[in-house]
Every structure is written in structure tokens, then in C-alpha cells.
């Protein structure tokens, strides 16, 4: 039996790192996860009786925030979704320094096979 040459391994992980691990199971890929993100958060800032300039800070501390997906998406919650947890690091206004937080985030397929936010 022969083994697998470390540049094949090497090869295949830097693909699954590189397009999302959960995008290779039929998932989405880091880049939708990372979109998706981003519209979900940015809509739990519509609130109509929020400060105009507080609400513009916030949409600019998300805009410059990093998002990172951590493992692979869980598929088998709910039919049709998948969940997925991202750490977001981003610095809020008014603060020196920037900090994690996890955040959940659910995306389903569209009719156009794009994914997209799922409802909650």
C-alpha cells in the first residue's frame, strides 16, 4: 500500500482552508459566511429611533471589523440551513482596543443557489 505524498496532504488542506471547509461538504464558503455576516449584524442596526451618528459609528466599526469562520458549518439543526460560528474582532467606538466575540450566523440557498441569510 502506498502513502499519500505530504504534498498531496499539504495541497488539499491549503484548498479546504482556502474555500471553507463546510464549502467542500456542499456548506458555504468562508466569502459568503464572511458576507452574510456582515448583512445580519448590519441589520440589527436599523433601529428608525437610533442616534444618527451613533448608528454611523457602528456601521463603520462593523465595516472595518474582521470576521473569521471557526470550523465547519452545522447542517443537520434545521433542514435547509446552516449554521455557522464566526469569531468577529472589531473595535468599538469609543474604545482603545478591539475584541472578539462570537457571533452565529445562518445561511440557507437561494432559488438562485446563492446563499443568503436565513430567517430566524
Known sequence: MTRPSTTLIAALAGIAALSGCSALTGGPGNGDIERVAREQMAASL?????????K????????????????????QAEPGVQVCAVDVNIQMPGTAA???????????????????GAPD
Open 46 to 54: 436599523q433601529d428608525p429611533n437610533a442616534n444618527p451618528a451613533a
Open 56 to 75: 454611523a459609528a457602528l456601521e463603520k466599526a462593523l465595516a472595518d471589523a474582521t470576521i473569521s469562520p471557526k470550523g465547519m458549518c452545522n447542517g
Open 98 to 116: 478591539k475584541a472578539s466575540q462570537p457571533f452565529i450566523v445562518k445561511l440557507t440557498k437561494g432559488s438562485d443557489g446563492k446563499w443568503k
